[in-house]
Every structure is written in structure tokens, then in C-alpha cells.
């Protein structure tokens, strides 16, 4: 996202604080930039609590560059409209069950030129490695899971929410209409497709969706 100094930056499903401590070091010691900030806000007050423990003792608490609040990405009230320079949310979009509010909620909060950011399950498009994925995700991970935890269901809850992820090709056409340009197909693939970033930038002269 290649961050510039003294930007604002809402993290949305971030309660973990992965990607705000990824950014503020990016921050500090890229740009030599103390100014940047960080508002995390989460639907599940747990994960809040987990990031607010990780982020207790540093400066960036102390400095007031990390702020945390409970939200929803389908309706995020309490955020002015053209408020941040940047939005991510990184493997959150699956849990939403209304994906296009979500991309309109990102959108409005978003100053004119500011960036969207999505990280994602994704699709394997080659049938051969979709079915080794497949049976890894199905057979192999469950197995071991219930072997050394009690957190099968959980996990199994957590691939079929990934699957049903649309492919990264209908959904960059979401974010397309969400009004967000993205640039050529718009998305990344990681790891031959496990893993798929989406990247859209709100028009500077782009009138305000209702």
C-alpha cells in the first residue's frame, strides 16, 4: 500500500493488530513518520482485547496512535464520512454476510484518493492444485486439528466460510462497483491463489455515494 507519511488509517476487523503494527513500523522506519495513525475496530470485543494487550506497552499506545473501538463493516456510524486516508481489512470480508454494504461503508469513509485494501481466501483456477488444496483443507487439517485441539468445528466452520468466498473475479467486480477504480485485473494472487489481495482507490473527483 506503500503508506505516506502523517496518513490515517482504518483497519477494519483488525482487532489482532497485525496489519497496525505492520504499518506504524513501516511507518517509523521507513518514512521516519511518528505523526500516522492507526483506529482498529472490530466486531468481537475479544479480539479488541487481544490487540489492546499486544499494543499495551509500546510507544505508539503512549504517542496516541492507536485507537480501538467495537464496529460493524456493514455500518460504520460512528466514522465521519472522507475521514481516512486508507482502509484495510484483511480476512474479515468473508465473515460479512452483506460484502456490498461493507465495500460502500469503505468506500464513504475513505477521503477522495484514499485506498482500499483487502486481504482474502481465494480460488485455485488449476483443477489439480484446487483438489490437493481441497483435500489438505478437508481431510488432512481437520484430522490433525482434532487430534491436538478441541477446535475442529471451529476450524471447519472457518474453511466453509472461506469457500464460499466469491472467486476473486466476481469480487473485484463488487469493489468496481462499489465505485473504487482498481487497477488492471485489480487483484493479487499469493500463493498460486490460497491467498488473494484486492486493491481500489477512491476517485479524487468521484461525488460521494449514497
Known amino acids: 500500500m506503500a503508506p505516506s507519511p502523517g496518513e490515517k488509517l482504518l483497519d477494519v476487523a483488525g482487532g489482532t493488530c497485525e496489519i497496525a503494527m505492520r504499518y506504524l513500523n513501516y511507518q517509523d522506519k521507513v518514512n521516519g513518520d511518528r505523526t500516522s495513525t492507526v483506529h482498529v475496530v472490530d466486531f468481537n470485543p475479544g479480539m479488541l482485547s487481544v490487540g489492546k ?20 463493516a456493514e455500518n460504520l456510524v460512528d466514522i465521519l464520512d472522507n475521514s481516512f486516508d486508507a482502509y484495510t481489512i484483511s480476512l474479515g470480508m468473508h465473515n460479512l454476510e452483506n460484502k456490498d454494504k461493507a465495500l460502500s461503508e469503505a468506500y464513504r469513509v475513505l477521503k477522495p484518493g484514499g485506498r482500499f485494501a483487502c486481504l482474502e481466501f481465494g480460488h485455485m483456477d488449476t483443477q489439480i492444485m484446487r483438489s ?32 464460499g468466498f466469491p472467486h476473486q473475479r466476481e469480487f473485484v467486480k463488487a469493489v468496481r462497483n462499489a465505485g473504487f477504480y482498481c487497477h488492471g485485473q485489480g487483484y493479487e494472487t499469493i500463493r498460486r491463489g490460497i491467498m488473494v489481495a484486492f486493491f481500489g482507490i477512491k476517485p479524487k473527483h468521484a461525488p460521494q455515494k449514497e
Open 132 to 163: 490437493i488444496y481441497d483435500w489438505q483443507c478437508y481431510k488432512v487439517n481437520p484430522f490433525i486439528i482434532g487430534l491436538l485441539t478441541n477446535s475442529r468445528a471451529s476450524y471447519e466452520q472457518l474453511i466453509k466460510s472461506a469457500r
Open 53 to 72: 494487550r499486544r499494543l499495551a506497552d509500546t510507544q505508539w499506545m503512549r504517542d496516541g496512535r492507536v485507537t480501538f473501538a467495537q464496529g460493524d
